[in-house]
């Protein structure tokens, strides 16, 4: 008796082999390829660069987008900002040597400021590797060494069986707090090989959570319950987490004082009651946090700006609540909470106690007099307006990224960012030539956006060939250059020296682009730079003004 089943056609090991079998042309660079999109990526930065040409023509055969830039420093910053708003991990692809060291400074901003950029380099071919020094172009004695010391992790992949499994780890990586950059080194010749193994599917990277040891939150509950002036600092860990939900719900419950550092910017509402805004460099806002009886310091290491540059000597208990494990308790002794900020914000919210602090709103308003009292004694009414008119003329939810300028040291302590994750700088490691090109980055994330860079003219001569890259991708990004015709905030440290500049008319050159400019003055910059945040495509303000810091209280 015959069946139905007994009439379907089994496929031969011939025909099981061919369905299997890759498509031809296939190479290491597709699996690269193939596994960042598995792992979710749509988006890359970078530039080619002849040992990494098999990645790029990977890219071109693939569904991801490639934003390239003029320099790889550049597509590092545009990686930075992409990461910042979006929190996923970033593809930045680079070629051998040159193009690798030109990333570093990128890296290391990347690396301060917890940025999750995925840097993927191609290197000599196998046989110049471990020592062999065959004299390749771009051969170094040990590329990844250059960067071990600056990113988070390093990974190699020798062999194409390997890179599946190396994205996935590095992709891991990045995304496990503390969020870093992460670097994967790949031979050319891997890269360029034909490969047999079939297409990468099925690809998981699970970031681990870092929660919090119960009987320290316990502890600190105890002890912010039981405070008489209890106190917040909120840093840059509570943006990446983003816990500024529970920071505000924590605040209220304790009727706790909060201060955000630079990098925590809209970690909690500027116009609260209980803000105390972000003025750490000043000497009132540092004896208001000495005469605290609890500190509770979440997402801050309390480095060097964070601390009034080292003035800041806590007289009550410390709580520090921080994911790099490095910066726990590295500047004041604590009760050290190695966790994850939202997680622990949540264990604090499930233990304390409300606290009653009728008194706290005034203090808060006394301290934020007393701070506006000592800058009404100074001459810096310009600095003062200057920030009102952009923050007039910014819509609230429009990212802002801030050069190492005079207006964006001022805007770290005095402009009100809205809403969290809306402003940023190159206050981690301090290099100039981030914003445009992390602004950049940033309108690719979200491109239905308006995105504001502010440099200074110094700053923007990094990263003006960018504007090519903003003119051929269309990007939504408004630049203010403020230009003083030097750096101007090393004349504000007393230097002299090197620091007057010949620069160019920056209004025709944007022009040269096909990028529209408009001349501002103090006057009219809230209208210009509202008009041009208003048409889409990338747009340059300029305005030519030398501007001044408010007086330091840490010397």
């Known amino acids: 008796m015959t069946h139905d089943h007994d009439l379907v056609l089994r496929p031969t090991e011939a025909q099981t082999a061919a369905a299997l079998a890759p498509p031809p ?40 987008r490639l934003v390239g830039l003029r320099t790889e420093n550049n597509a590092g910053f545009a990686a930075d900002g992409y990461g910042r708003l979006t929190g996923t991990a ?47 172009l771009h051969e170094l004695r040990d590329q990844a060494a250059s960067f071990r010391d600056v990113v988070k992790s390093v990974h190699q992949a020798r062999t194409p069986s390997q890179i599946p499994s190396v994205i996935a780890e590095a992709w891991e990586s990045a995304l496990t707090v503390p969020f870093g950059p992460v670097w994967v080194e790949i031979p050319e010749d891997v890269l360029r090989a034909e490969t047999v193994i079939p297409q990468v599917t099925g690809m998981d990277a699970t970031p681990h959570e870092l929660a919090p040891r119960p009987e320290l939150t ?3 509950a105890h002890w912010l319950s039981n405070a008489s002036r209890p106190v917040i600092i909120a840093g840059g860990g509570v943006i990446r987490a983003d816990a500024a939900g529970k920071l505000k719900q924590l605040a209220e419950r304790l009727n706790a004082p909060v ?34 009886d609890v500190v509770l310091v979440v997402g801050s290491g309390l480095g060097e700006l964070s601390s009034n540059y080292h003035t800041f000597f806590p007289t009550g208990r410390v709580v520090q609540i921080e994911a790099d494990l490095g910066k726990l308790e590295s500047n004041h002794p604590a009760l050290g909470i190695h966790a ?14 409300e606290r009653v602090d009728p008194d706290a709103p005034q203090r808060v308003a006394s301290l934020l007099a007393a701070v506006s009292a000592r800058l009404a004694t100074q001459d810096v009414t310009l600095e003062q307006d200057l920030l009102t008119a952009i923050r007039a003329a910014l819509p609230p939810r429009s990212p802002s990224f801030w050069d190492m300028t005079v207006l964006g040291y001022w805007a770290w302590s005095a402009f009100d960012p809205k809403h969290p994750n809306t402003m940023h700088s190159a206050q981690g490691a301090g290099g100039l030539g981030y914003a445009f090109p992390a602004a950049l980055g940033a309108a690719v994330a979200e491109p239905d956006t308006p995105v504001l860079a502010v440099s200074g003219d110094g700053g923007a001569m990094y990263s003006i060939a960018d504007l090519a890259t903003a003119r051929q991708h269309d990007l939504d990004v408004t630049w ?33 682009f096909g990028v529209p400019a408009t001349v501002t003055t103090p006057q009219t910059l809230r209208a210009d730079l509202g008009q041009a945040l208003k048409t889409p495509g990338p747009s340059v303000v300029v305005l030519a003004a030398t501007l001044k810091m408010f007086a330091p209280t840490h010397l």
Not at 99 to 115: D, K, V
């Open 25 to 64: 042309g296939r190479t290491g660079g597709d699996l690269v390829v193939e596994a960042l999109r598995g792992l979710g990526a749509t988006t890359v930065f970078g530039l080619p660069g002849q040992h990494a040409l098999a990645l790029f023509d990977a890219v071109g055969r693939s569904g991801l």
């Open 90 to 136: 970033v593809p930045l692809l680079l070629s051998t040597g040159p193009g690798a060291l030109m990333s570093l400074p990128a890296l290391a901003e990347a690396a301060a400021a917890s940025a999750p950029v995925l840097a993927i380099s191609s290197q000599v071919p196998s046989p110049g590797l471990g020592g062999g020094r065959r004299g390749h």
């Open 218 to 220: 316990a502890l600190a």
């Open 259 to 292: 201060v955000t550092t630079f990098g925590g910017k809209g970690a909690f509402p500027w116009n609260h009651p209980l803000s105390l805004r972000s003025w750490l460099e000043d000497r009132h806002t540092t004896d208001f946090l000495e005469d605290a």
């Open 340 to 353: 994850d900020a939202r997680l622990a914000l949540q264990a604090l919210l499930e233990t304390v106690t």
């Open 480 to 512: 203010l250059i403020v230009d003083d015709g030097g750096y101007g905030i090393l004349r504000e440290y007393g230097c002299a020296t090197g620091t007057e500049l010949t620069r160019p008319d920056f209004a025709a050159l944007a022009a040269s």
